[in-house]
């Protein structure tokens, strides 16, 4: 009774030394099946598109506790009568949001209407008529494309043809704050994304922005673009509402200036057309025009000071960056890494072949045991 099970869980059990002999004995099976990948590894090695990326290190001025210049008007803007209580940076934009700012559809847009420089082709294209007529796919993006993106393609034939010529701000916005763009502009749009990363070092606050191209002065000259968009669009956001404010008060002060010389003027011709002249009416009106012109004063002098206060704080609220390490035009590919794939794919099919050896050696086990467990 108790030899049986204990002849089950034998049979049930993989022998190691069994499955050394079967590896042996399927040695040229493991040997094609290694060729096999090895063969797959050179063309997908050599037959992938040359990449080539630069990138570009920076650091952001950090305004968590005000800069010099806010410290010392802080300090002696009461001479003037300023008043910079409220000139903290609190809306400063945090570094760990650069990569979405970068990745959003309306910061790509406006990357794909920048002409680059392409060293292949020696002249300067928009990005997005690069990407839709210059850019032929490699071997491998071929074969790719009519293996696995077969189903896409024959999807894309009953598709609306919404080609577009050149990508602008123009046809992509129908309605502000609205974003229309069509399939393609959509496919090129996803294929830059992937093509630039943005990452930030939270120990030393360095932000480093790649850029990969299949040209590889493209791929500098489009990293340093979009570092001057990302900058562009920090300080927009950063002085909009200071900008705002001093453009107010700019027409604010003009009013009050007009008004001012105006008071002032009556008042002048006033006291010269009455200077010996000694009335009640006429001490009255004079009263009144110096009221008016104290008034005017007062609001124009006031305004003079918030005009000073708003142009200071404009420059208080514009972020600066320094460039650590500016694009390099690389001169090696960064893909494909060719020892690295063919490597891979060596280590993929000597794997391959032996999950397949101990498959086929467990199925053999299951076979027998469902044989034995039909048996009459």
Excluded at 231 to 243: G, H, P, V
Excluded at 330 to 342: E, H, V
Aim: proline fraction near 3%.
């Amino acid at each position: 009774m108790t030899e049986e099970p204990q002849k089950q869980n034998r049979d049930d059990e993989i022998d190691l030394i069994e499955v050394a002999l079967k590896i042996w004995a399927e040695r040229r099976f493991i040997l094609k099946v290694v060729l096999i990948f090895f063969v797959i590894g050179l063309v997908i090695a050599f037959g992938s598109k040359k990449e080539y990326k630069s990138e570009v290190t920076m650091i952001a001025e950090d305004n968590s506790g005000g800069s010099r210049m806010s410290g010392l008007m802080a300090q002696f803007g009461g001479l003037a009568g300023l008043n910079l209580g409220n000139m903290e940076s609190s809306d400063v934009v945090s570094p760990e949001l650069y990569p979405s700012i970068v990745q959003s559809t309306a910061f790509m847009l406006n990357v794909l209407e920048h002409e680059v420089y392409f060293e292949e082709h020696d002249s300067t294209y928009n990005l997005y008529y690069y990407f839709t007529e210059l850019d032929k796919p490699s071997f491998v993006g071929i074969l790719k494309g009519y293996t696995i993106g077969l189903p896409g393609k024959i999807i894309g034939l009953f598709r609306r043809n919404e080609k577009g010529t050149v990508l602008t701000a123009k046809n992509a916005y129908i309605k502000e704050g609205l974003i229309k763009i069509t399939q393609q502009q959509a496919e090129v749009i996803d294929n830059l994304k992937n093509r630039i990363s943005v990452s930030l070092d939270e120990q030393t606050g360095i932000i480093s922005i790649g850029v990969e191209l299949p040209d590889a002065y493209a791929a500098a000259d489009l990293a340093n673009t979009i570092v001057q968009d990302l900058t562009t669009y920090l300080i927009d956001y950063r002085t909009q509402k200071a900008l705002t404010d001093l453009q107010f008060i700019e027409q604010q002060y003009a009013q009050a200036e007009e008004k001012f010389e105006n008071a002032q003027e009556k008042l002048a011709s006033f006291r010269d057309r009455n200077i010996n002249v000694i009335s009640a009416r006429a001490n009255t009106k004079e009263e009144r025009l110096q009221a008016e012109y104290n008034l005017a004063f007062n609001v124009y002098n006031g305004l003079a000071q918030q005009l000073e206060q708003a142009k200071i704080e404009v420059q208080e609220k514009t972020p600066v960056f320094k460039v650590v390490d500016e694009a390099k035009v690389a001169s090696d590919n960064f893909k494909p890494r060719k020892p690295i794939i063919i490597i891979l794919l060596l280590v993929l099919g000597f794997l391959f072949s032996l999950f397949w050896i101990l498959s086929s050696i467990t199925l053999k086990k299951i076979i027998i045991k469902a044989k034995r467990y039909t048996k009459p």
